[in-house]
């Protein structure tokens, strides 16, 4: 039997035999209630489920601009529109609204800031950007590890897209994709890829 086959098999296995994965906790809603972050795989099968990931050329030519963007500190207008259009295409129009320098001291402040608050929020007042996109900036470019906000990703770990973001949910699952990557000994992209394939592959159908 192949290789992929074989770990196919042994993570179809390993699914059956339930969630024992707990990496943290999450806020919901105000009432104070808290729900566990759970992955509904095995972690030893992160990389079986990334490589079953396709990645779009649109994906690739992002992760090419990377050490460009590092090394000039933000972004320019034109690599903000190619992450909107990559992220979220219905919003990516509303990029054109901003002026190259205002995404050029925007983005640069994001990055280089030490407040982790300021870090993503400060990214929301652009137009064309919120909190999803925000993250997917800080996920492809900053030096720090950070997961994207994705309603498929945070299937993968027991979590609903809540009513609104906000920086407490943003923090608690940041830091919970953080010690799972480490754990596991795989990269954030990594990580991120396979939480995607999971839920493209496993979620049930929404009725009705």
Not at 15 to 30: A, D, I, M
Not at 85 to 110: C, I, L, M
Not at 158 to 165: E, I, L, T
Request: aromatic share 10%.
């Amino acid at each position: 039997m192949p290789a992929d086959e074989i770990r196919g098999a042994e993570a179809a296995r390993d699914e059956r035999r339930g969630l024992p994965y707990s990496y943290g906790t999450l806020p919901v809603g105000r009432n104070g209630e808290r729900t566990h972050m759970q992955l509904r795989f095995q972690a030893k099968n992160i990389q079986y489920w990334a490589k079953r990931c396709p990645i779009p050329q649109q994906e690739e030519d992002l992760m090419d601009l990377r050490p460009a963007v590092q090394q000039a500190g933000r972004l320019t207008k034109a690599q903000l529109g190619d992450v909107c259009r990559w992220k979220s295409p219905r919003s990516a129009g509303h990029v054109r609204f901003n002026s190259p320098e205002y995404v050029e001291v925007v983005t640069s402040f994001s990055l280089a800031t030490t407040c982790e608050r300021a870090r993503v929020e400060s990214l929301i007042v652009l137009d064309g950007v919120q909190w999803p996109t925000a993250t997917v900036i800080l996920h492809l470019f900053h030096r720090d590890p950070y997961p994207i906000l994705d309603f498929r990703a945070l299937w993968s770990v027991g979590m609903d897209v809540p009513k609104q973001y906000s920086f407490d949910f943003w923090w608690a699952y940041v830091e919970c994709c953080r010690r799972l990557s480490k754990e596991a000994n795989v990269s954030m992209r990594v990580l991120d890829r396979a939480l995607w394939q999971y839920t493209k592959e496993k979620q049930p159908p929404k009725s009705g």
